[in-house]
């Protein structure tokens, strides 16, 4: 099995990766699949089902419209994001889809996209179903798939490995524990980032590697432009103001400031940005997911803005080293906010930043499993509780925050010798089993916590 960092990192839209990326994908994979075996044109009508986490959030998540768009034949990285609601107007006028974006079939959202609020699915807790019937009503095919977070998805033939990419490329450095990573650091005398450069180019020549990391910088660089931009309120009825247009005006004037925290405020900003444009549908790197996509590119900005020496090089060796941890946690654990809560998602994406900018600050490979650790333990135990199923409260600012957390982490991994009692091993193992633990109510159903205890306005 092997993962690559651009499987990690994938450009998606809005608000979430596991409710909105994934259903997309799966889909438009299901509409592949009648092609395939030659049943598209028989297909009178399609039905999808979602289930878990999916059927209770997935209104607020913007599920509904992924699947529409899906079936539609449309992909999270090239969906025309300012034309969905649009789209979703004209599927609901009419009554009918086009699949693959040309076969007409019927398409009555009340009886064809069914959201069960209290229905799972065995595997994974977001499950959901496709089904095609020809004009006779009878039925043609029947997929089940799951969106296991970061934009994964995987159908019923690979349950039990709802937390791995299955790949057979052989890598020159396997590794699928922080301890094996960093034995392959001190045998080849390699950083973490050049362990990993060396593996991704089992897949593509390094040329093309540095090319499509630098592609996802941008894509990070005019999310955080487009969320200082764009004022207004936030789509889904919760009222909340966009507030980084109004941050980034006063920040422009001070720059002057003496304040000796005048940076952290830069990265509230660089996080609140790309966290309102996520909630309101915009475009976004999954990193390495929608809901925690503010955190690596908060922290990659503060490392171009206020680290003298900044340059893609860079740029690189940070979102190489933080794939490494996250393809630890994804392979050990889950960056499933419905399987493990948000510290799956958000402690997860500060445990990569701090990994990150440690590594760019010169940090041994000892110092960067430090910083990874100290992102994720300080993150254990923390609950998924969208208000109104919405990806706004409290999930922006808790990039914010997290975003800090990630650099302090790194800061103080960089003052240490890299020795510390908690391995990194160990803080992913004790983040599943905490996952596991935890009810799941606190896990992306909007069923506890904030969800229940803030009354919606």
């Not at 959030?57 to 999270?76: C, I, M, N, Y």
């Amino acid at each position: 099995m092997a993962l690559s960092a651009l499987d990690l990192y994938s450009i998606g839209i809005g608000p979430s990766s596991s409710h909105t990326v994934g259903p997309m994908r799966a889909a438009r994979r299901f509409v592949h699949s009648l092609d395939e075996c030659g049943l598209l044109e028989l297909t009178s009508r399609v039905q999808a089902q979602l289930y878990g986490s999916l059927g209770a959030t997935g209104r607020g998540h913007g599920s509904d419209k992924a699947v529409v768009l899906g079936l539609q034949g449309e992909d999270p990285e090239t969906v025309d994001t300012a034309d969905v609601d649009r789209r979703m107007a004209d599927a609901r006028d009419t009554g009918e889809l086009r699949l693959a974006g040309t076969h007409r079939v019927c398409f009555a959202f009340e009886e064809d996209l069914v959201l069960h609020r209290h229905r799972s699915l065995p595997a994974h807790p977001n499950g959901m179903t496709f089904e095609a019937f020809d004009a006779a009503g009878e039925s043609l095919s029947l997929r089940t798939y799951y969106s296991v977070g970061g934009g994964f998805v995987v159908d019923e033939h690979a349950v039990g490995a709802d937390r791995i990419v299955v790949d057979a490329t052989p890598l020159p450095y396997p590794f699928t524990t922080s301890r094996e990573l960093l034995a392959h650091c001190s045998t080849q005398r390699l950083s973490v980032a050049e362990i990993m450069m060396a593996n991704e180019c089992s897949w593509r020549p390094e040329a093309e590697v540095r090319a499509r990391l630098l592609h996802l910088w941008s894509v990070m660089q005019d999310c955080v432009t487009a969320g200082c931009r764009r004022p207004g309120i936030l789509p889904g009825g919760l009222n909340v103001r966009r507030r980084a247009p109004a941050l980034f005006d006063e920040l422009a004037t001070e720059e002057d400031s003496t304040d000796p925290l005048r940076a952290m405020e830069w990265v509230n900003l660089f996080a609140l940005a790309v966290n309102e444009e996520n909630a309101s549908g915009g475009r976004v790197v999954t990193a390495p997911t929608n809901g925690a996509a503010g955190i690596i590119p908060a922290v990659l900005h503060y490392y171009t803005k206020f680290v003298p020496g900044a340059d893609d090089d860079g740029v690189v060796r940070f979102l190489l080293t933080a794939a490494a941890i996250g393809i630890l946690i994804k392979e050990n654990a889950s960056i499933s906010g419905a399987e493990v809560g948000c510290q799956g998602e958000v402690g997860s994406a500060c445990a990569m930043a701090a990994a990150g900018l440690c590594q760019v600050l010169d940090g041994t490979p000892a110092q960067v499993e430090n910083a990874a650790e100290v992102g994720m333990e300080h993150n254990l135990g923390l609950t998924c509780d969208p208000i109104g199923g919405l990806v706004q409260i409290p999930c922006i600012e808790r990039n914010a925050i997290a975003s800090v957390k990630a650099i302090n982490a790194a800061r103080l991994a960089l003052r240490g010798d890299g020795e510390h009692k908690v391995s990194l091993d160990k803080v992913i193992r004790t983040m599943r089993q905490t996952g596991a633990d935890m009810k799941s109510k606190y896990k992306e159903t909007s069923r506890g916590g904030l969800a229940v205890n803030v009354i919606e306005c």
